[in-house]
């Protein structure tokens, strides 16, 4: 079966824009975590939906914001970009968030100029 | 603070020789414990896990790791490491309840001499 699918795959933004970036998780799988992952800080928890409502976030600013659909596909969203939010964004799958595997996409690397 | 150490940054080692990487978790209870690999412009795939029960988790790729609750410690091993190990490797822990709030260490990188 298909494995998690994220979009785009790399993106270039300049500082102030706003970018929506997509991930599809396994058939099957309810719940969506985000992560971005940059070389200074390495991976750091976004936040995590099922069902259409976050469960959990971690520790960004109100500029990072996502949602979840009814089909379980998540989108996160990354309003006024500064030079920081440069990352390998990864979007992972499980069936319900609970302590089980995760399926980790390929990731989009945002580049913000 | 609840943490996740992997004190060593950057291992290399010769094809077919043992391998060791270390992690060391600071949490007020035992955690749920996973290591993960990292393969250039990947994502992440899971090697292993640890819930509960015997200490000695058996992975992928011939892969194992030992959790000490004494130690606080859940290293990874392998007895004979292949070309195709050169990767970056990622422990992570999450609390119960922590719906995939993984917290990870900086990471171990890899490197595999022919």
């Known amino acids: 079966k298909a494995g998690v699918t994220q979009t785009p795959r790399y993106l270039i933004k300049t500082r102030g824009q706003q970018v929506t970036l997509s991930c599809s998780p396994i058939s099957g799988h309810r719940s969506v975590s985000w992560y971005q992952q940059t070389p200074g800080q390495g991976l750091q928890f976004l936040f995590e939906?099922?069902?259409?409502?976050?469960?959990n976030k971690g520790n960004f600013p109100g500029r990072f914001s996502g949602r979840q659909f009814s089909n379980s596909r998540s989108e996160m969203n990354v309003s006024t970009l500064e030079l920081g939010d440069s990352a390998l964004y990864l979007c992972a799958s499980s069936f319900t968030g609970e302590e089980e595997k995760l399926f980790f996409g390929s990731g989009t690397q945002l580049s913000v100029l | 603070a609840q943490s996740v150490t992997q004190p060593d940054i950057h291992i290399t080692v010769s094809e077919g020789a043992s391998l060791e990487l270390r992690c060391n978790y600071s949490?007020?209870?035992?955690?749920?414990l996973f290591w993960y690999v990292q393969s250039p412009g990947q994502g992440l795939q899971l090697l292993l896990k640890?819930?509960?029960?015997?200490?000695l988790v058996q992975g992928i790729k011939g892969f194992e790791a030992e959790f000490k609750r004494s130690q606080s410690s859940f290293n990874l091993r392998k007895p004979s490491v292949h070309w195709s190990d050169a990767a970056e490797y990622f422990c992570a822990v999450v609390l119960l309840g922590g719906y995939n709030k993984l917290i990870f260490g900086a990471g171990t990188r890899l490197a595999v001499h022919p």
């Open positions: 949490y007020g209870a035992t955690p749920y």
């Open positions: 640890y819930f509960s029960g015997d200490t």
């Open positions: 939906y099922f069902s259409e409502t976050q469960r």
